[in-house]
């Protein structure tokens, strides 16, 4: 944010119902909740939390420099205090004020939710958006209502383009994150299995991803995925413009944006013929994507029509879209081990539509595989996936019987479902075991042309057989 002093911030944030205790002092431009991100001037946002107290961190956070704390009670810090009722709130208010002040001249914001690939598609649009201006976009997976804020706060006085990545546990949440940062792109990728344990059943789900596009003005765009009917069927719950996007026939709209003639390299890296329908008649681009995947297509789709939303020329979008990178970390990324294997690491969350996803990307990787190394074999390191509810036992049963019928050789389950992947896959997987996290990786025997997938729920921590797989082949 614009560096400030405090008092000014406090104005900045009315109606917020604070005080300041100490000197008023300059703040910004960062904020921050952490003490060992703190940057000199930076405000410290001291959370409580259910193992620590962030307020117990204050005077760390002065001395490595911050110029005040926010927080709900004086520390014993020797530096200005900002006091509410709650430091999340707070944070919220500053939020607030920071994007309402960068909207009034001209900032523009996008907002992105869906049960799966909204941190990939988030990566995406920044990189698409960095061409046209300034952009500011979360550092992995800042979603929720404490990093969504986080990152409206990183908003400075060039800032071009807002991109939030909203997630929600509930019905009301996402309403609640677009009160903070009201969007002018709303763009909605699926409704899936995540999360339904804490939802309530897909009808729940759909109706707590619908919020981003309630609030849309009539000049704002939703970007809807028409392969999705519960996504299409948000179309009636907005105001705004329709950008409609998908592979197969879209329906009438403002602007389409269609996939065709889809195909992978070895590397399961998609490429197709981007196919725009909007008022000036039909237009197509090439695009060759680097990051993995087929799946990663209708996320491609999806940051193109922001590009094009924005103004962009369709050149410039595909060009963009074809240089990007993964940005985040452990959400397939490839790398080549020392023994000639190659380690699919999505470690970072898993629910059943992006588990079946990486099940069919690193299929596709080994079957390219086999052409030089016959003998390559697909193996799956498969952790819970969390927050399933009652379906759970169900969905991981699934998930076995899905590697089963992409041919994989080997499926390694670490988990309290562990014994239902291993059911599901043990007819037609010729290696199906349970094993500990921290056994997995001295248990696997690779060979030239293996392709290792590894993925679980954030909680499982399987991040780290990825990182012994790395180490013990160095």
């Not at 117990?56 to 420099?65: K, L, M, N, P, Q």
């Not at 677009?178 to 792109?185: G, K």
């Not at 950008?243 to 490429?271: C, F, H, N, Q, T």
Request: proline share 4%; hydrophobic share 45%; net charge negative.
């Amino acid at each position: 944010m614009k560096p400030r002093m405090l008092s000014e911030l406090v104005e900045l944030m009315q109606p917020a119902a604070v005080e300041v205790l100490g000197d008023d002092v300059l703040v910004g431009p960062d904020v921050v909740t952490d003490n060992r991100k703190v940057t000199p001037g930076a405000l410290f946002v001291a959370i409580p939390g259910e193992r620590v107290d962030g307020h117990s961190f204050a005077t760390a956070a002065r001395d490595a420099g911050a110029a005040a704390v926010v927080g709900t009670h004086r520390t014993e810090a020797d530096m200005p205090h900002l006091l509410g009722e709650d430091s999340v709130q707070t944070l919220s208010w500053i939020a607030r004020g920071v994007v309402r002040e960068a909207r009034a001249r001209g900032l523009v914001s996008i907002g992105v939710t869906g049960s799966s690939g909204k941190t990939s598609t988030k990566d995406l649009i920044a990189q698409v958006l960095e061409r046209s201006g300034p952009t500011v976009a979360p550092e992995g997976s800042q979603n929720n209502e404490i990093g969504v804020p986080l990152t409206a706060c990183r908003v400075g006085q060039d800032t071009r383009y807002l991109v939030s990545e909203m997630g929600a546990r509930g019905v009301g949440h996402i309403a609640w994150l677009t009160s903070l940062v009201p969007l002018d792109v709303a763009v909605v990728l699926n409704v899936g299995q995540a999360h339904v344990g804490e939802f309530g059943g897909i009808e729940m789900t759909a109706r707590a991803k619908s919020e981003l596009v309630r609030d849309l003005s009539d000049e704002g765009w939703a970007v809807l995925n028409a392969d999705d009917p519960n996504v299409a069927a948000m179309a009636e719950k907005t105001r705004g413009r329709i950008a409609w996007v998908g592979r197969g026939e879209l329906p009438d709209g403002a602007l389409r944006l269609r996939a065709r003639d889809v195909d992978v390299d070895a590397l399961s890296r998609p490429r197709f013929t981007l196919e725009v329908t909007d008022a000036s008649g039909t237009r197509t681009a090439p695009v060759e994507l680097g990051v993995i995947g087929r799946h990663q297509v209708g996320n491609a789709l999806s940051a193109a029509a922001v590009g094009l939303i924005v103004g962009m020329g369709l050149d410039d979008v595909a060009a963009a879209l074809s240089a990007a990178e993964v940005r985040s970390s452990w959400r397939m990324a490839l790398s080549r081990l020392p023994g000639g294997a190659l380690l699919l690491n999505d470690a970072y969350n898993a629910n059943p539509d992006s588990l079946a996803a990486a099940l069919a990307t690193a299929a596709d990787i080994v079957e390219a595989n086999r052409q030089e190394h016959p003998a390559a074999r697909a193996i799956a390191v498969i952790g819970d996936m969390l927050e399933l509810g009652e379906g759970a036992s169900d969905a991981h049963l699934q998930a076995g019987r899905l590697a089963a019928d992409l041919r994989y050789d080997e499926v390694v389950a670490v988990g309290e479902h562990a014994e239902a992947v291993v059911q599901g896959a043990a007819e037609n997987v010729r290696v199906a075991r349970v094993a500990a996290r921290d056994e997995v990786a001295g248990s696997l025997r690779l060979s030239p042309g293996d392709v290792i997938l590894v993925k679980g729920s954030r909680g499982i921590g399987l991040e780290r057989v990825a990182a012994e797989l790395e180490e013990e082949t160095k």
